[in-house]
């Protein structure tokens, strides 16, 4: 049973492809989150037979141009770890202040069964950068993602609480939702 606290709770059985061996990779390429979610989708649909869902998701900064934006894992290259996409963050924002610290997460959702695309969702949540790191929960940016809904970053907020209030909490129940109306 796959349930989410938006209400929608499904019967589902869920296989993780990543514990299959030999697996073709698929490159990130494309210019928006749902193009890289939905190409990761379709890719792996073509192997596996049932539903299949991807993701794509990450942080844009407005003032910088949209930047990570859908190169936020490889934002200080392809090897970084999460201190030093956060470290190359915060010397680029170096001088922002007010509304140019404003920035969102996205996560974009897509479904696919047999190579063909079924549902694709996107949702966001907004917050602003803050000047130094607070927090150690989460991962990726949320240690400077301050939420002013609750007065914390995402590193600061318990996972089940943050969970109903991110951009993939929320893109993953508007995923159920429209599962739910397939089924």
């Avoid at 990130?28 to 869902?53: I, Q």
């Avoid at 934006?69 to 924002?93: D, F």
């Avoid at 400077?144 to 809904?149: Q, S």
Wanted: hydrophobic content about 45%.
């Amino acid at each position: 049973m796959l349930a989410m606290a938006s209400g929608v709770s499904l019967a589902v059985e869920l296989a993780l492809l990543l514990g299959l061996d030999k697996l073709p990779e698929f490159e990130e390429n494309a210019p928006t989150f749902a193009e890289n979610a939905a190409g990761k989708a379709l890719h792996y649909s073509r192997l596996w037979d049932g539903l299949v869902f991807a993701d794509d998701s990450g942080l844009v900064v407005p003032a910088l141009g949209g930047a990570p934006g859908v190169h936020s894992a490889r934002y200080a290259g392809p090897r970084a770890t999460n201190s030093q996409r956060i470290e190359k963050l915060l010397g680029e924002m170096r001088g922002k202040t007010g509304a140019e610290r404003a920035a969102y997460f996205v996560c974009a959702i897509a479904l696919t069964e047999h190579g063909r695309a079924k549902a694709i969702v996107t949702d966001r949540v907004e917050g602003e950068i803050l000047e130094a790191p607070r927090g150690s929960g989460g991962f990726g940016y949320d240690p400077v993602f301050y939420f002013p809904a609750l007065g914390k970053t995402f590193a600061e907020i318990p996972a089940e609480e943050k969970n109903q209030r991110s951009h993939r909490g929320k893109a993953f129940r508007r995923l159920l939702s429209s599962l739910s109306s397939m089924l």
